[in-house]
């Protein structure tokens, strides 16, 4: 599978209900992935478009707050990112765990599957893109390789839902996310469990 199809099914491992997504160039291989998911009748977590960001990630902190489970909000490079940091803000303040994913410009620009085929690929690259989020999220990281998905996702959530929980920012290359990775991996069980301090008066 491709590494974004495996990135859906990562989220159906770990419990996530919903993607709220607002996507762009760089999510091509997530739409097939779900395409896919659906020919071949394989469970994944609900996919919800929301045309705002804004709107995205606090429905995620929405359904966290009603539900308990944290969920996944995925959005276009550098633009939608920056539509999310006072959601990611809202969210660190209120210590509500949340996957939070973008795209990034691809690096090359032929060559490799997924690389810059429009000039919007150079105007929206960054130097720097996690830093949008950075100070308000407790862990970023660029998936660099497409076979470390299933470790990154189980990472991020993770770190997401240890003690104290708040969101976490990865971001996402298309010419990974086209990359492809072996299914087996998607089984695994996740390499990274929460840790939770209790805060009993027995145990302070």
Same mark, same amino acid.
């Given at each position: *599978?491709?590494?974004?199809?495996?990135?859906?099914?990562?989220?159906?491992?770990?419990?996530?209900?919903?993607?709220?997504?607002?996507?762009?160039?760089?999510?091509?291989?997530?739409?097939?992935?779900?395409?896919?998911?659906?020919?071949?009748? *394989?469970?994944?977590?609900?996919?919800?478009?929301?045309?705002?960001?804004?709107?995205?990630?606090? *429905?995620a902190h929405g359904y966290t707050l009603a539900t308990g489970k944290p969920q996944a909000v995925m959005v276009h490079?550098?633009?939608?990112?920056?539509?999310?940091?006072?959601?990611?803000?809202?969210a660190a303040c209120d210590n509500i765990p949340m996957l939070v994913f973008s795209g990034r410009t691809p690096t090359?620009?032929?060559?490799?599957?997924?690389?810059?085929?429009?000039?919007?690929?150079?105007?929206?690259?960054?130097?720097?893109?996690?830093? &949008?989020?950075?100070?308000?999220?407790?862990?970023?990281?660029?998936?660099?390789?497409?076979?470390?998905?299933?470790?990154?996702?189980?990472?991020?959530?993770?770190?997401?839902?240890?003690?104290?929980?708040? #969101?976490?920012?990865?971001? &996402?290359?298309?010419?990974?996310?086209?990359?492809?990775? #072996?299914?087996?991996?998607?089984?695994?069980?996740?390499? *990274?469990?929460?840790?939770?301090?209790?805060?009993?008066?027995?145990?302070?």
């Amino acid at each position: *599978m491709t590494a974004g199809a495996a990135l859906l099914s990562r989220f159906s491992a770990l419990g996530v209900d919903c993607v709220f997504a607002n996507s762009g160039t760089d999510f091509p291989p997530v739409i097939e992935g779900l395409s896919e998911a659906e020919a071949e009748g *394989m469970s994944l977590p609900r996919t919800v478009t929301v045309p705002f960001e804004s709107a995205a990630i606090g *429905m995620a902190h929405g359904y966290t707050l009603a539900t308990g489970k944290p969920q996944a909000v995925m959005v276009h490079t550098n633009v939608g990112l920056a539509n999310v940091a006072m959601g990611a803000i809202n969210a660190a303040c209120d210590n509500i765990p949340m996957l939070v994913f973008s795209g990034r410009t691809p690096t090359l620009e032929k060559g490799r599957l997924g690389a810059r085929s429009v000039p919007i690929g150079w105007g929206q690259e960054m130097l720097d893109q996690a830093s &949008l989020v950075r100070e308000a999220t407790k862990w970023d990281y660029e998936l660099r390789f497409p076979e470390q998905v299933f470790d990154v996702t189980d990472r991020a959530h993770g770190i997401a839902t240890s003690t104290p929980k708040g #969101p976490v920012y990865v971001s &996402l290359p298309r010419e990974v996310l086209c990359e492809t990775v #072996p299914a087996e991996g998607a089984l695994r069980r996740p390499q *990274m469990r929460a840790y939770r301090r209790c805060r009993c008066r027995h145990c302070g």
